[in-house]
């Protein structure tokens, strides 16, 4: 019987592995310095021109109440019917299968959390890309 859990990219960040929909990581980036813009929330690491489009850079971690680390190397550029963003990744691991998950929670960030889900040794975090970039709009 064929896997029927939907396809995700996996990335990993300063402390954590983390899943986005393969459908809706359209590339992995070089981020070198994005330009940081005053006044913008702490997860917003900056901003990045790719092509002519402008593109927010979010941390993960700090979303998450963690400590900013350092941007990059790469992020993950993920287009949503929203708009874009880059998320922030220090390695990109490929693709995976992810089984669904259920929410981590029913507000706040940990509502667009799935998880986490074992994928070999590894805890992983999937994002409802969807879900963040409406709620990070809203």
Known sequence: MAD????????ETAQGTWAV????????????????????????RGLLVLRGELLPVLDLEVLQGRPAGPVGPRGVLVRTGGGAMVLIARKVLGFEAVAPAPPLGASGLEQHLRGP????????????????GAWLAG
């Open 117 to 132: 889900v074992a994928i070999g040794s590894r805890q992983v975090l999937a994002l409802d890309a969807e879900g963040l």
């Open 4 to 11: 029927l859990a939907p396809l995700h990219l996996l990335f």
């Open 21 to 44: 929909p393969a459908a809706l990581a359209e590339e992995v980036v070089e981020l070198g310095s994005p330009r940081e813009v005053p006044g913008t929330p702490p997860h917003v």
